[in-house]
């Protein structure tokens, strides 16, 4: 997932093999692998060298490396009110020339922009060492599912993203509650040039969930069905996945997230048109309820984007 892609002058991606896919990143950023220190040491200040300072930044780290030394930058930005933080490559600064893979990551209820330093840290720090950047809003706040600010806040995070790189292959990631608006970003073709999405104890079918409970899931929709209705990715047709990679981790007991009404319905509606609808059951972790993600899902998660990057 680096910067550089096709050969050839035509804006059109092709098909792409590893070698193309990753030759001359770190050449055009002018680094050695040899010279970047020691994994996850940080530099002494914010840097702007490599990466200008974004629109509407507000906080930058200290530059953090990958376990394999490969130095990127973790930047909070305001769009539009709504916080969003950005892991950026050094060899992946802002271009309206070079491609670059993009991955959304949609935090689970309760969580916030922040999880991609959490909950996807372990998935979004190796797939840096590839040039992709990575990006996780806040999505309008900490339980808004898939709602109308939600959705507004992440297509104001998409303009954002597509204003400062060109994006070659969009891929998704969700926990829990930020499945409904993944499902519906991809399925709707709201991000650009969708190309996978991984769900982990993901919601799909948002009328299902408020039925289930009512009281939490009714809230951000005002109580409102047609509300909760116009957004729930479980009323787009088959269509909506055409060529879609769809991959899903779940709980075989998981009583907060049925498989059932979410994942298994999704992968039966998805499979006669995308190229992968694929399952990754578990047994729960003995948690109470049975609603857990697995600690290996964040690499099997980037073994899972390699594969379909041809990486």
Known sequence: MNREYPRTASTKPGSLSRRSFLAGSAAAAGLAAGALGSPGAASAAPNYSKVPRLPNELTRMDTQFTGSGNPYEVIDVSISGDRTRLFVPHVSPPS?????????????????????SSAFKYGADPLVDYGAISVCGDNGGPNEFANAKAVTAHRNAIAYVTALWRVYYSFGRSNSGGGALMCWAFGTGMV??????????????MESLYEQDPTRVGYPYGYSTAALQATNPARLGPSAWTGMRIRSSYSTVDERVPPQDHCLALTSRAAPVAVEASL???DGGGTANGHWVPGTINREMVSTFRRWANL
């Open 96 to 116: 309206s020339t070079s491609w670059v893979a993009v991955l959304w990551y949609y935090h689970a209820n309760g969580s916030s922009y922040t999880a991609v």
């Open 192 to 205: 650009p040039r969708r190309h996978g999405m991984y769900l982990a104890s993901s919601v799909y079918d």
């Open 280 to 282: 990754l059951p578990h």
